[in-house]
């Protein structure tokens, strides 16, 4: 645990609220002392393992498991039948459809889940696996989202009565189509792009997995799992198993990162859960990196097709269809009424004069998910698509990229804006973050290199992205995932010492909650962030709250923690005035004390009054003993961060690599609690962009073979691959929100790959007439669309 | 977690004990050393063999020293110490062109020379680095021991000429004058296989090229050793148009397949300009010319 002797700032430097403070939890992770999942052992726990689909799609002719029920080790081998008698073949998905917890019937995408076996230990559960045989009937596969609805294409969901067809969810559209029609009609220059953001994954360090522990006697089932929503995760269990809500406990212990994929309920849960139900043994289940990389949520997947117009040198319209691409079961994340997520903000941070938006799903043979890999709903699909958009509208103008978003900016006077396809921005000044992203890359000596590099035949690309997000979601007359409103709660207690307990429904993966929090309640009751202890991931420690993804952890639980620290303060306030025999509306507050208006010297610490709150004095007249309150959130309305990003780029002329050797990064999340930890954030999330932009990708073959099955095929990016981040910010507070902060934890992801993609379009276009690439920006890739004969992903 | 199958496991305390151990085990044995492509094949079950003799106590094989006017590296000598020897740097720089792209600290700290060649993939780096070096190995049975060249060493995919219960016990890399080395690489991002390497070395002798050694990684089912290029270049002066034209049989005589890091027209270029950057960046060190 963080103490204060190992809290590595020196006291005099640390804040007391907010401001750069070193994180508490990383005197443990430094120290190699964290807990993960797989550092927790129970006595007497077995092991699960599960048998994946070699295939895409085949029918599942028969499963002979008898030779591995021979093996001296294993207690057990779960298939589909054994399921259905529990009713628990199949699971909801996170969006209304339905998921087969194990194949009885069909496998519907290679690595899919076929049998669970328990073993005394994970090596004999991986032996046994071998030992089941299953007899396949190989289907025809679709793996292009783009022929899933030709006439011929093989029947994925004949599960579902009255499904003909692999259209997962009809066409959800948001905008005007009209007024987009007579904004096009107007305009004086027209592009359109055919753009994929193919299939990624957030490919968290630490894969998933858990731990069930069924009592038969007691009837409680313990679970550890490392997940982004433990509260969330514990209803749908209720409902999916038929167990009382309130004898589940989940526990999340130390995660290694989440990114969105440790939102969904995964079948190896169900299974293990209905293991140790059955055995009345407590069942671990972790899964290995390839079953992490081929079966658990993948992200995007978008097929989209774009026009955009300009009337006036500013931009006017824009007109998008999208294919989503939703793998063998529709389990993306996203709040109930919005199908698409936040994809409808597509519109970005211009000021249109219409637009309109279409987006409908399919069915594939591939693996299930969607989820919001470090963005909120959606959001990276749509900030891809428009920042791409506009320099192919630049190109076409022969306009400068940032003048031309310069002349098209929402406007500082505009806010609150409401935008073409509905939403709400609350507050901006794009300009001015624009302008602090260009002085820091310098940007006209930038261009200046650019073309004397240029004449030498050197390629040199400067690439620009304005995004805006919401994030924070959200308000629950508009937001709520499987009926539950997306609020979040958070209850604090500050003890008779003067330190303070406070419990949030958010779950940190590594972004530093122990620190943040505790920090925000030190800002608002002056109690230093050291003895402030931070309580999540426990549902019996903490409140209700839907957790930690789509960077809603301080728009939601963060003004949720300054909400409950200001209600413990106007306590603190009226037991002060007993103390100080005054009245209420005579005091003032100071960091950390109450003290008369009229005579500073008298006053109450916050200690003092937690000593008389929970002494044997008097309290004030009809106020309970005790210091302490508790809130559950309701955000009146997303919140809107958004920054401007700058990436230079090389490429190498005869062998096509690219490197990004600048990125400037401005961010306007509003107010930073932690500063260092709103840089960490960043770092971390533009690794991944570069990630994302330059090498990710899960392919396919016609078969539907995964070929990016470990981190030998699937890349993620190393230090190397990282210039020294330049930060920038501008802070432009948010209005409803307590604290006046945005949230940020996934701007970074969202933001670059967009500006790494048009640096390396605007190092080739002048040379090589290279107008559009799809990401991954790889070197064989880059060089294909050299020789004029770029290739989609697949 | 990833698990192997069921395994036996020795640990050997001499050269000669470790190929009895083999001749005793038959051939489900496999020696380990560093063991970062056996044990990641084995997490994958890709490999399962039943037994494995670990020679990583055998240091005796873990040296670089210059002895009757060669440099001669120990099998067991790791990455790392390839990477940082000075003397290796001296004679054939190409080693720590190599090295300092090959996989990561963690690879180099544990992955050995020997452990790089007898896995004899395609992709690898040292294969074509020591075949351009004109390198020799010494292996050895219970009948005694053999030197074998680089040519004759790579019998096929995956495949050399060590015999079943033998060892590859070093590396033997002749020193002639006015030599200079050099690798190039392109790989997706830090630590990867190559797409494709080129790995060059030429000996001058008056003005001329009067020697030289060139093969390619990861461009083929095994190292690609281009000798129609090094025969083209015997006897010619240096010159850019010169390594174009040694590019461009490289380009021909590697037999790239199409695959996750690129299609076989790209891999192909990337042969050419590869052999090129490479003899170029060789020449220049020969003649102490580099930039």
Same mark, same amino acid.
């Given at each position: 645990?963080?103490?204060?002797?190992?809290?590595?700032?020196?006291?005099?430097?640390?804040?007391?609220?907010?401001?750069?403070?070193?994180?508490?939890?990383?005197?443990?992770?430094?120290?190699?002392?964290?807990?993960?999942?797989?550092?927790?052992?129970?006595?007497?726990?077995?092991?699960?393992?599960?048998?994946?689909?070699?295939?895409?799609?085949?029918?599942?002719?028969?499963?002979?498991?008898?030779?591995?029920?021979?093996?001296? !080790?294993?207690?057990?081998?779960?298939?589909?039948?054994?399921?259905?008698?529990?009713?628990?073949?199949?699971?909801?998905?996170?969006?209304?459809?339905?998921?087969?917890?194990?194949?009885?019937?069909?496998? #519907?995408?290679?690595?899919?889940?076929?049998?669970?076996?328990?073993?005394?230990?994970?090596?004999?559960? !991986?032996?046994?696996?071998?030992?089941? /045989?299953?007899?396949?009937?190989?289907?025809?596969?679709?793996?292009?989202?783009?022929?899933?609805?030709?006439?011929?294409?093989?029947?994925?969901?004949?599960?579902?009565?009255?499904?003909? /067809?692999?259209?997962?969810?009809?066409?959800?559209?948001?905008?005007?189509?009209?007024?987009?029609?007579?904004?096009?009609?107007?305009?004086?220059?027209?592009?359109?792009?055919?753009?994929?953001?193919?299939?990624?994954?957030?490919?968290?360090?630490?894969?998933?997995?858990?731990? *069930?522990?069924?009592?038969?006697?007691?009837?409680?089932?313990?679970?550890? !799992?490392?997940?982004?929503?433990?509260?969330?995760? $514990?209803?749908?269990?209720?409902?999916?198993?038929?167990?009382?809500?309130?004898?589940?406990?989940?526990?999340?212990?130390?995660?290694?990162?989440?990114?969105?994929?440790?939102?969904?309920?995964?079948?190896?849960?169900?299974?293990?859960?209905?293991?140790?139900?059955?055995?009345?043994?407590?069942?671990?289940?972790?899964?290995?990196?390839?079953?992490?990389?081929?079966?658990?949520?993948?992200?995007?997947?978008?097929?989209?097709?774009?026009? @955009?117009?300009?009337?006036?040198?500013?931009?006017?319209?824009?007109?998008?269809?999208?294919?989503?691409?939703?793998?063998?079961?529709?389990?993306?994340?996203?709040?109930?009424?919005?199908?698409?997520?936040?994809?409808?903000?597509?519109?970005?941070?211009?000021?249109?004069?219409? %637009?309109?938006?279409?987006?409908?799903?399919?069915?594939?043979?591939?693996?299930?998910?969607?989820?919001?890999? $470090?963005?909120?709903? $959606?959001?990276?699909?749509?900030?891809?698509?428009?920042?791409?958009?506009?320099?192919?509208?630049?190109?076409?103008?022969?306009?400068?990229?940032?003048?031309?978003? @310069?002349?098209?900016?929402?406007?500082?006077?505009?806010?609150?804006?409401?935008?073409?396809?509905?939403?709400?921005?609350?507050?901006?000044?794009?300009?001015?973050?624009?302008?602090?992203?260009?002085?820091?890359?310098?940007?006209?000596?930038?261009?200046?290199?650019?073309?004397?590099?240029?004449?030498?035949?050197?390629?040199?690309?400067?690439?620009?992205?304005?995004?805006?997000?919401?994030?924070?979601?959200?308000?629950?007359?508009?937001?709520?995932?499987?009926?539950?409103?997306?609020?979040?709660?958070?209850?604090?207690?500050?003890?008779?010492?003067?330190?303070?307990?406070?419990?949030?429904? *958010?779950?940190?993966?590594?972004?530093?909650? +122990?620190?943040?929090?505790?920090?925000?309640?030190?800002?608002?009751?002056?109690?230093?962030?050291?003895?402030?202890?931070?309580?999540?991931?426990?549902?019996?420690?903490?409140?209700?709250?839907?957790?930690?993804?789509?960077?809603?952890?301080?728009?939601?639980?963060?003004?949720?923690?300054?909400?409950?620290?200001?209600?413990?303060?106007?306590?603190? #306030?009226?037991?002060?005035?007993?103390?100080?025999?005054?009245?209420?509306?005579?005091?003032?507050?100071?960091?950390?004390?109450?003290?008369?208006?009229?005579?500073?010297?008298?006053?109450?610490?916050?200690?003092?009054?937690?000593?008389?709150?929970?002494?044997?004095?008097?309290?004030?007249?009809?106020? +309970?003993?005790?210091?302490?309150?508790?809130?559950?959130?309701?955000?009146?309305?997303?919140?809107?961060?958004?920054?401007?990003?700058?990436?230079?780029?090389?490429?190498?002329?005869?062998?096509?690599?690219?490197?990004?050797?600048?990125?400037?990064?401005?961010?306007?999340?509003?107010?930073?609690?932690?500063?260092?930890?709103?840089?960490?954030?960043?770092?971390?999330?533009?690794?991944?962009?570069?990630?994302?932009?330059?090498?990710?990708?899960?392919?396919?073959?016609?078969?539907?073979?995964?070929?990016? %099955? %470990?981190?030998?095929?699937?890349?993620?990016?190393?230090?190397?691959?990282? =210039?020294?981040?330049?930060?920038?910010?501008?802070?432009?507070?948010?209005?409803?929100?307590?604290?006046?902060?945005?949230?940020?934890?996934?701007?970074? !992801?969202?933001?670059?790959?967009?500006?790494?993609?048009?640096?390396?379009?605007? *190092?080739?276009?002048?040379?090589?007439?290279?107008?559009?690439?799809?990401? =991954?920006?790889?070197?064989?890739?880059?060089?294909?669309? @050299?020789?004029?004969?770029?290739?989609?992903?697949? | 977690?990833?698990?192997?199958?069921?395994?036996?496991?020795?640990?050997?305390?001499?050269?000669?004990?470790?190929?009895?151990?083999?001749?005793?085990?038959?051939?489900?044995?496999?020696?380990?050393?560093?063991?970062?492509?056996?044990?990641?094949?084995?997490?994958?079950?890709?490999?399962?063999?039943?037994?494995?003799?670990?020679?990583?106590?055998?240091?005796?094989?873990?040296?670089?020293?210059?002895?009757?006017?060669?440099?001669?590296?120990?099998?067991?000598?790791?990455?790392?110490?390839?990477?940082?020897?000075?003397?290796?740097?001296?004679?054939?720089?190409?080693?720590?062109?190599?090295?300092?792209?090959?996989?990561?600290?963690?690879?180099?700290? #544990?992955?050995?020379?020997?452990?790089?060649?007898?896995?004899?993939?395609?992709?690898?780096?040292?294969?074509?680095?020591?075949?351009?070096?004109?390198?020799?190995?010494?292996?050895?049975?219970?009948?005694?021991?053999?030197?074998?060249?680089?040519?004759?060493?790579?019998?096929?995919?995956?495949?050399?000429?060590?015999?079943?219960? +033998?060892?590859?016990?070093?590396?033997?890399?002749?020193?002639?004058?006015?030599?200079?080395?050099?690798?190039?690489?392109?790989?997706?991002?830090?630590?990867?296989?190559?797409?494709?390497?080129?790995?060059?070395?030429?000996?001058?002798?008056?003005?001329?090229?009067?020697?030289?050694?060139?093969?390619?990684?990861?461009?083929?089912?095994?190292?690609?050793?281009?000798?129609?290029?090094?025969?083209?270049?015997?006897?010619?002066?240096?010159?850019?148009?010169?390594?174009?034209?040694?590019?461009?049989?490289?380009?021909?005589?590697?037999?790239?397949? %199409?695959?996750?890091?690129? =299609?076989?027209?790209?891999?192909?270029?990337?042969?050419?300009?590869?052999?090129?950057?490479?003899?170029?960046?060789?020449?220049?060190?020969?003649?102490?010319?580099?930039?």
């Amino acid at each position: 645990m963080a103490t204060i002797e190992n809290l590595p700032s020196p006291s005099a430097e640390r804040p007391i609220g907010f401001g750069r403070l070193k994180r508490k939890e990383d005197a443990r992770f430094i120290r190699g002392q964290g807990t993960y999942l797989d550092d927790i052992r129970l006595p007497g726990m077995v092991h699960g393992a599960i048998l994946r689909s070699p295939y895409a799609h085949a029918r599942v002719v028969s499963i002979d498991t008898s030779r591995a029920l021979a093996h001296p !080790n294993v207690a057990a081998v779960v298939t589909a039948k054994d399921l259905e008698t529990l009713g628990l073949a199949w699971m909801p998905t996170i969006s209304y459809d339905t998921q087969a917890v194990l194949a009885g019937d069909k496998v #519907r995408f290679q690595g899919q889940e076929v049998a669970f076996v328990i073993a005394t230990d994970e090596y004999s559960a !991986n032996d046994a696996l071998q030992l089941i /045989d299953v007899e396949y009937e190989p289907l025809p596969a679709i793996v292009n989202a783009r022929k899933a609805l030709d006439p011929d294409a093989p029947l994925i969901r004949d599960d579902k009565a009255g499904q003909h /067809d692999n259209l997962a969810s009809p066409t959800w559209e948001a905008g005007d189509e009209e007024a987009t029609n007579r904004a096009f009609a107007e305009a004086d220059t027209v592009v359109s792009r055919d753009i994929i953001y193919p299939r990624c994954h957030p490919a968290p360090l630490e894969t998933c997995g858990i731990i *069930a522990d069924f009592n038969p006697q007691t009837g409680q089932l313990n679970i550890w !799992n490392g997940n982004q929503a433990p509260h969330a995760h $514990r209803t749908v269990y209720a409902h999916v198993a038929g167990l009382a809500e309130h004898m589940i406990r989940i526990r999340c212990s130390d995660i290694g990162g989440g990114f969105g994929n440790k939102v969904p309920v995964y079948p190896g849960y169900v299974c293990a859960i209905a293991g140790s139900i059955v055995a009345g043994v407590p069942v671990k289940w972790i899964e290995n990196r390839t079953e992490n990389l081929v079966s658990t949520g993948f992200a995007r997947d978008y097929v989209m097709r774009a026009e @955009m117009c300009s009337k006036d040198g500013k931009i006017t319209g824009l007109r998008v269809d999208v294919i989503a691409d939703h793998g063998a079961f529709d389990s993306t994340a996203q709040p109930t009424k919005f199908p698409a997520g936040f994809f409808h903000i597509v519109c970005g941070s211009y000021d249109l004069q219409a %637009s309109h938006v279409k987006v409908k799903a399919v069915y594939t043979n591939k693996a299930p998910g969607g989820v919001a890999y $470090r963005c909120s709903f $959606r959001i990276t699909e749509a900030v891809y698509l428009v920042e791409r958009m506009v320099d192919a509208l630049a190109l076409k103008m022969k306009a400068d990229p940032i003048d031309l978003r @310069m002349r098209s900016f929402i406007a500082p006077g505009q806010f609150p804006y409401e935008t073409t396809t509905g939403w709400t921005y609350d507050s901006g000044n794009y300009a001015e973050t624009m302008k602090v992203a260009m002085d820091i890359a310098g940007y006209d000596d930038l261009r200046r290199e650019q073309r004397e590099k240029r004449e030498r035949g050197e390629l040199m690309g400067i690439g620009v992205a304005f995004f805006t997000e919401g994030v924070g979601a959200g308000p629950r007359k508009h937001m709520d995932i499987l009926g539950l409103a997306m609020n979040d709660g958070a209850d604090l207690r500050v003890h008779p010492s003067g330190k303070a307990v406070v419990s949030i429904s *958010a779950q940190t993966q590594g972004q530093g909650h +122990e620190t943040t929090f505790a920090q925000i309640v030190a800002e608002e009751l002056g109690i230093p962030p050291e003895d402030i202890e931070v309580r999540q991931g426990d549902t019996d420690k903490s409140p209700y709250g839907l957790g930690t993804y789509g960077s809603r952890s301080t728009p939601v639980s963060g003004a949720a923690v300054a909400v409950v620290s200001r209600k413990v303060r106007d306590k603190a #306030r009226l037991i002060a005035a007993t103390m100080l025999e005054t009245r209420p509306e005579d005091l003032a507050w100071e960091k950390g004390r109450w003290y008369v208006k009229g005579d500073p010297e008298k006053g109450a610490m916050i200690e003092d009054i937690a000593v008389r709150a929970y002494g044997g004095e008097p309290m004030p007249e009809g106020m +309970e003993g005790g210091l302490d309150a508790q809130v559950i959130y309701d955000p009146p309305n997303l919140t809107y961060p958004y920054g401007a990003y700058i990436a230079v780029v090389d490429v190498d002329p005869d062998t096509a690599q690219v490197t990004v050797r600048r990125f400037i990064a401005v961010d306007d999340c509003g107010v930073r609690i932690n500063p260092m930890i709103v840089d960490g954030q960043i770092h971390g999330g533009l690794a991944e962009g570069i990630g994302i932009a330059l090498m990710e990708l899960l392919s396919f073959d016609a078969e539907g073979n995964c070929l990016n %099955s %470990s981190f030998m095929d699937y890349l993620i990016p190393t230090a190397l691959e990282c =210039p020294d981040f330049e930060l920038g910010e501008t802070v432009t507070p948010c209005p409803h929100h307590p604290l006046g902060a945005k949230g940020v934890g996934e701007s970074p !992801n969202v933001g670059s790959p967009p500006a790494i993609v048009n640096a390396v379009i605007d *190092a080739l276009y002048e040379t090589h007439g290279v107008d559009h690439i799809d990401m =991954p920006c790889t070197p064989a890739r880059v060089w294909a669309a @050299m020789q004029g004969r770029p290739e989609p992903p697949q | 977690m990833q698990t192997p199958a069921a395994f036996e496991y020795e640990r050997a305390t001499s050269v000669d004990g470790a190929i009895a151990s083999l001749e005793r085990l038959g051939s489900e044995a496999r020696v380990i050393a560093g063991g970062h492509s056996l044990l990641p094949m084995m997490k994958l079950r890709l490999a399962n063999p039943e037994h494995l003799v670990d020679i990583n106590d055998l240091t005796e094989l873990s040296y670089i020293r210059e002895q009757e006017g060669e440099i001669r590296i120990g099998a067991m000598t790791r990455h790392v110490d390839l990477l940082r020897s000075d003397l290796l740097a001296q004679h054939f720089p190409l080693f720590r062109d190599a090295e300092t792209v090959i996989a990561d600290p963690v690879v180099r700290n #544990r992955g050995t020379i020997g452990g790089s060649l007898c896995q004899a993939d395609a992709a690898e780096d040292l294969s074509a680095v020591c075949a351009a070096a004109k390198a020799s190995v010494v292996i050895r049975g219970s009948g005694g021991e053999r030197v074998v060249s680089m040519d004759g060493f790579h019998v096929g995919p995956f495949t050399t000429a060590v015999g079943a219960a +033998e060892i590859l016990i070093e590396v033997r890399l002749p020193v002639r004058p006015d030599g200079g080395s050099a690798h190039e690489k392109v790989e997706r991002r830090a630590g990867d296989w190559a797409i494709a390497a080129a790995s060059a070395a030429v000996w001058m002798q008056d003005g001329t090229i009067g020697d030289a050694g060139i093969a390619l990684s990861a461009v083929g089912l095994t190292t690609i050793h281009v000798t129609r290029a090094e025969e083209l270049l015997r006897g010619k002066a240096p010159s850019d148009e010169l390594f174009a034209e040694a590019g461009a049989i490289a380009s021909e005589d590697c037999s790239p397949a %199409s695959d996750g890091r690129g =299609p076989i027209d790209y891999k192909r270029h990337l042969a050419g300009v590869l052999t090129q950057r490479a003899l170029r960046r060789a020449t220049a060190r020969a003649l102490h010319q580099e930039a």
